[in-house]
């Protein structure tokens, strides 16, 4: 069976992007005991993914390049900010269990979006907070395998829908770049 529009797929792939010295850096990994799942042409994917492996069977290999564009954009300098420490208070405490250099957040804006940001640093009043999509900027290549193709079970689509999109890329509170 080939994929195409509403069908089970599962894959192999390592995610890979070019360092600063121009070696390639291992971002992401679907292994065949943990394979990348999704339903095909159904919004889980980065659509210039889904063109790239779409008409293939189980069994066939890709290799292919995003470039930023077709991917998570430009990395942006102003979608780093630096947000008041109040902001991160719990009961009148700085909350420094959970906000933490490195740490990815859940936060919204003044109109309600829901949004993702990374902790760059955290200074005496301010926390400064990236958020642009981790791998914004980057040229994303994968390699991988096709695993299976078949007609999703109504089970697959339960799961997937409970579990969200499995999206390259980012965690498993999902983010809006996934399309």
Not at 2 to 18: A, G, P, R
Not at 40 to 68: R, V
Request: charged letters at 30%; one cysteine or more; glycine letters at 8%.
């Amino acid at each position: 069976m080939k994929i195409s529009e509403e069908k089970m797929v599962s894959l192999t792939y390592d995610l890979t992007v070019n360092n600063e010295s121009g070696e390639k850096e291992l971002m992401e990994r679907a292994t065949k005991d943990h394979p990348l799942m999704f339903i095909f042409g159904m919004g889980m994917m980065l659509e210039a993914f889904e063109k790239n492996i779409e008409g293939l069977t189980t069994g066939d290999k890709f290799s292919f390049i995003l470039t930023p564009k077709e991917a998570y954009g430009e990395y942006f300098n102003e979608h780093v900010v630096e947000l008041p420490k109040k902001l991160f208070e719990v009961d009148g405490e700085f909350d420094s269990e959970r906000v933490v250099e490195g740490q990815t957040l859940p936060m919204m804006d003044a109109q309600g979006n829901r949004m993702m940001g990374s902790v760059l640093e955290i200074k005496q009043d301010v926390v400064v907070m990236d958020f642009n999509h981790p791998l914004a900027g980057e040229t994303l290549h994968f390699d991988g395998e096709v695993i299976d193709v078949h007609e999703p079970t109504e089970d697959e689509i339960n799961a997937l829908s409970e579990e969200g999109s499995g999206c390259s890329g980012c965690d498993s509170s999902g983010c809006e770049e996934c399309r």
